[in-house]
C-alpha cells in the first residue's frame, strides 16, 4: 500500500464518521492525482489532534492507500520506494515478525511470576507457542480483584494482596489504561491488535494517544487470560512467590504462599514496581539489582472544562474533540525538574496503596473520560543521592518512608491529604474547599502537604505550578486540588540482565517496569513480548514433549 503523511482536515469536516470519510477520499485523490475508480481502498494509520491555533483546530491524518497502479500514479510514486510528491510513500510492513525456535529440551513449564502486562503478554506469547507456561499471580482475578478494591475505596479496608497494584491486570488496569509509549517497537502494533482481538476499541490502532479505560480494560484483561489458557497456559491467583530455591546459581523452583513448591527451569520475573517483599527476597539471594532513579510528589485536579478551553479554546465541547489532556515540564535553576505524568482526563485520583499504613495516589480514567474533574501526577525526579543509603533497595524504603507520613497526616484512617492549590503556593492549610471537589476515595483531610514531601520537592513543584501557569491557562487555579502522595511512578530497583534478558541466576528473566526496563502498559507488554521470544529462541515447546501433551 502507500502511506499519505500530513493529511490536515478541519474538525467541522471530520464532524462524524462519514463526513470524516469523505473528506480523506477526497483529499487522497487529490494528493495522487487519480480518478475515484482507481483507488480500491484506505484505512487511517495515525491520526492527532493540532491545537496549536486555537482558531484553525484541526486532525492531521496518515493514511495508508490500496490503488490500481501503485508504480505509476501521475508519475508521482517510484516503485523502488521513493516519491517525487510530498509526503507519500510506500507503506511499511508493520507485521509481527517471529523468531525461531530453540532445541534445548524442557523438564518443567516455564513459570512467569506476575500478571501485568509484561506476564500477560509474555504468558500469551509462549502459550501460543507451545510453551504451556505457569502464570503465577499473587493477586486476585479481575472481578474478585474490584470488589477488594471497591472496598478499600468504600471503607478503608485494604488488602495487601488484593488491590490497585497487585491481581489480574496489573497496576494499569486501574488507571488509564494509556497506550502511549515513547519506544519504536514493531511489536507495538500487534499488541494494540491483541488488545482489540480482546475487546478493546478500534480506535486505538490508530489514534495517536490512544487508552482503552479502566471500565473497559477489566474484560480486556480477562480474555487475554482466557486466550492464553484455551491456548494450553495455566493462571494460579493468590499464589504469591514466597522464595525462590537456586543451586550453583541456577534457578530451580519457586515456592509459593510459603508452602507448595514448584520445579522449574525457566521464571520470567514480571512482578511489577510494588512487589516490595519480593525484592528483599530476592536481594537475600543475591539476585543482582541496583538503585534506580525515579519521581515523587502529588496529584493535581482541576475542572475539565478548564483544560478543555485552555487546549482548545472557543472550539471546547466540540464532538469528537473529547476530553483535552496535556504534558508539561519545568526545570529548575537549582537542577531539579518536574512535570505532568500519567494526565487523566475526565478522570478520578485513587487510593493505590499495597501496604498497611501508607497512602499512595495515582489516576484514572473510564473510557469515555467523561468525569467532571482532570486530574494529573505532579512528579520532582529523585535519585539514588537523594535515597538514606546505598543498599540496593534504599529507594524502596525512601517511598515508603513518604507514603507512612501521608498516611499519618491524613488522620492514619488511608484518607489522603490534601491542599489547595493556592493554599499550598501560600503555604497556609486549607480550610474549606471551593468550586473544585476532590474524587479521591476513601475521602481527604485538609494537611500541609510538605510535611509529606521532601523539602525540594516541594520548592520545586511550587516553581513548576507558576510556570505550568504560563502554559496552561488556569493550572494555578486557586481552588483546584492538590492530593499526596504519589510514590509509584517508576521502579526504584532495577534487576539487572545481560542481552538475553538473563540475570545472574541461570533461568531467571527479570521483565518489564517492575525489573526497571518498562514504564507503562505498552513498554511493558513489549518487554514481556521480547523475554518470551529470548526464552523461544533457547528452549523447544513442551507441546509434543513426553507428559505435556
Known sequence: ???????????????????????????????????????????????????????????????????????????????????????????????????????????????????????????????????????LERGEDVDARTAKINRFWQNSLLDPESNVQFGEGGAGTFSDGKLTTLINDRRCRSILEEFIKAGAPQEILYMSKPHIGTDLLKTVVK?????????????????????????????????????????????????????????????????????????????????????NRAQYGAAAGYPGLGAADYKLSYHSKKGRSAYTFCMCPGGYVVAAASEKYGIVTNGMSEHKRDGFNANSALLVGVT?????????????????????LAYQIGGENYRAPAQLTGDFLADRTSSQWGNVKPTYQPGVAFAQLKNCLPAYAVE???????????????????????????????????????????????????????????????????DGVKAAEKVMEKYAPLRLAPGFQ
Open 223 to 307: 480474555n487475554i487470560r482466557q486466550e492464553i489458557v484455551a491456548e494450553g497456559g495455566e493462571v494460579r491467583f493468590k499464589a504469591r512467590v514466597s522464595d525462590f530455591l537456586v543451586k550453583n546459581e541456577n534457578i530451580k523452583a519457586v515456592v509459593i504462599n510459603d508452602q507448595e513448591r514448584i520445579p522449574c527451569r525457566v521464571v520470567l520475573l514480571a512482578i511489577g514496581h510494588s512487589a516490595r517483599d519480593t525484592f528483599e527476597v530476592l536481594c537475600h539471594k543475591g539476585v543482582g539489582m541496583n538503585q534506580k532513579p525515579f519521581s515523587l510528589g502529588l496529584r493535581i485536579e482541576h475542572p475539565q472544562d478548564i483544560i
Open 1 to 135: 500500500m502507500i502511506r499519505l503523511s500530513d493529511v490536515k482536515i478541519g474538525i467541522k469536516k471530520a464532524a462524524d464518521f462519514e463526513a470524516e470519510k469523505q473528506a480523506l477520499k477526497n483529499i487522497i485523490l487529490s494528493r495522487l492525482k487519480i480518478p475515484e475508480k482507481e483507488l480500491i481502498e484506505f484505512k487511517i494509520f495515525k491520526k492527532s489532534i493540532d491545537a496549536r491555533k486555537k482558531s484553525e483546530i484541526c486532525y492531521i491524518y496518515t493514511v495508508d492507500v490500496k490503488v490500481c497502479k501503485e508504480e505509476c500514479i501521475s508519475g508521482q510514486f517510484i516503485s523502488s520506494g521513493r516519491s517525487k510528491a510530498k509526503g507519500v510513500m510506500p507503506a511499511p510492513d508493520l507485521s509481527y515478525q517471529g523468531v525461531k525456535l530453540g532445541t534445548e529440551k524442557l523438564t518443567e513449564q516455564p513459570v512467569i511470576i506476575g500478571m501485568g502486562p509484561a506476564g500477560l503478554f509474555a504468558g500469551l506469547m509462549l502459550a501460543r507457542n507451545g510453551y504451556k507456561p505457569l502464570i
Open 384 to 404: 539514588p543521592a537523594d535515597f538514606p543509603s546505598r543498599h540496593p533497595l534504599a529507594g524502596i524504603e525512601f517511598q515508603r518512608k513518604w507514603e507512612r
Open 460 to 526: 520545586t513543584l511550587r516553581e513548576a505550578i507558576g510556570y505550568f501557569d504560563t502554559l496552561l491557562k488556569g493550572f494555578a487555579q486557586p481552588d483546584s486540588i492538590l492530593t499526596g502522595v504519589e510514590t509509584r511512578s517508576s521502579s526504584a530497583v532495577r534487576i539487572n540482565r545481560d542481552d538475553n534478558f538473563l540475570s545472574n541466576i541461570s533461568g531467571l528473566y527479570p521483565v518489564g517496569e517492575g525489573a526497571g526496563y518498562a514504564g507503562g502498559i505498552m513498554s511493558s507488554a513489549v
